[in-house]
């Protein structure tokens, strides 16, 4: 067996007598990064806390090889957070559409706002205040002070949280309070004393290009002489993951009505899924499935659902499309209808015929864009949409 030069760490939610400090630890890590880590990405070597802030919200639960292009484009629209506060909110989510957890547009949002309104459009550099902002956690709140003013913080996201059960060998799942508490005290101790940007970029570095989660490369990991889980083979153990459950599964009837190059859109409630942004018409929403096979659709049901916005010509169901959410499975029908008759929306505020020409910029969930840019020709963007 390998021998460790560190001994397996106090059981999770050990009291006032757990000593996790090691300058050694952040020395490490700090001149692993500053020799090969990450240091071209567009959000770093700056103070800028906007530009900090943005990209700190648009990683959460994104890989950074999606957010690139988004964040370019992003900051095209919205070069300034005043810029971003002074917006509409369908500007923003337009902006956003496709990047998933559109939760977090809506808050950059209201976050941008209430830095502008309360702070005269300066974040503040602590993150006690930073965290009592929309949208900025625990986590989110130290790197953005670390990055933009040097502020000796801690973090605790996915790549930490997994640095840290393989290198100290935490046997237990990080996201039970009693042991991602502990990981926070673990982390904190850990912090240096200085080179707080350095250390922060390199344990978010080594879990997205050394301790990722499927292939890590301990071959090339300077914590390697160190690694509980290296040392006892369980690297492919830790993190312990969270308890499986059975994700339901959901089915929704979409309604793709065209006419004279336009489809109709509705603008979705303001929470929940895909909240606030535009989607086609559906049924009955997202409902349980009960069974294996996909639900028929009623042509009395379906005209009823169609009369305020004409009289159906014809009707096609496509092929069923299948989208992964968090907390459940969605297979959607989309149905394509078109109208012999096309009545005005007057009084319909919750709809809106939208021109095809336009579907590429529009708010809409991924799925659904992908969708109708292939009803109206444009494969190109159709594949854009996908990422």
Wanted: glycine letters at 6%.
């Amino acid at each position: 067996m390998k021998r460790l030069l560190h001994p397996l760490s106090p059981a999770p939610g050990m009291a006032s007598s757990e000593n996790y400090s090691d300058p050694s630890f952040s020395a490490t890590v700090i001149a692993w990064q500053k020799q090969h880590g990450r240091h071209a990405l567009p959000w770093q070597n700056t103070r800028d806390a906007y530009l900090i802030w943005l990209s700190e919200i648009m990683l959460q639960q994104t890989q950074v090889t999606a957010v690139l292009g988004y964040y370019a484009r992003f900051l095209e629209r919205f070069p300034t957070l005043r810029d971003l506060a002074a917006a509409p909110v369908e500007d923003v989510m337009a902006q956003w559409s496709g990047l998933g957890y559109y939760t977090r547009a809506r808050n950059l949002h209201k976050c941008a706002q209430r830095v502008v309104a309360e702070y005269d459009g300066v974040f503040p550099s602590d993150p006690l205040l930073l965290a009592e902002l929309p949208g900025i956690g625990r986590s989110t709140a130290a790197a953005i002070s670390a990055f933009s003013s040097g502020t000796r913080a801690a973090i605790m996201d996915g790549n930490v949280k997994r640095v840290f059960a393989r290198t100290f060998g935490i046997d237990a799942y990080p996201g039970e309070k009693k042991v991602e508490e502990a990981m926070w005290r673990r982390a904190e101790a850990l912090l240096p004393e200085t080179g707080i940007e350095a250390y922060t970029q390199g344990l978010m570095d080594f879990g997205a290009t050394l301790c990722t989660r499927s292939s890590p490369d301990c071959g090339r990991c300077p914590l390697q002489p160190r690694c509980v889980a290296y040392a006892t083979n369980r690297v492919k153990d830790l993190p312990v993951r969270k308890p499986k459950k059975t994700s339901p599964e959901k089915h929704a009837v979409m309604l793709v009505v065209i006419d004279n190059g336009q489809v109709l859109l509705e603008q979705r409630p303001a929470t929940g899924i895909w909240g606030g942004l535009l989607s086609l018409p559906e049924l009955d929403g997202h409902v349980l499935r009960d069974g294996s096979a996909l639900p028929s659709v009623d042509d009395e049901q379906l005209a009823r659902a169609i009369l305020p916005f004409g009289e159906i010509e014809s009707r096609t169901t496509l092929l069923p499309i299948v989208h992964v959410f968090t907390h459940y499975k969605l297979h959607i029908i989309p149905c394509r209808i078109t109208l012999a008759r096309r009545l005005s929306l007057a009084g319909e505020a919750t709809h809106v015929w939208y021109d095809g020409s336009k579907i590429a910029d529009a708010p809409l969930p991924a799925p659904i864009k992908k969708l109708l840019l292939e009803l109206f020709g444009d494969a190109q963007a159709a594949q854009r949409s996908m990422f």
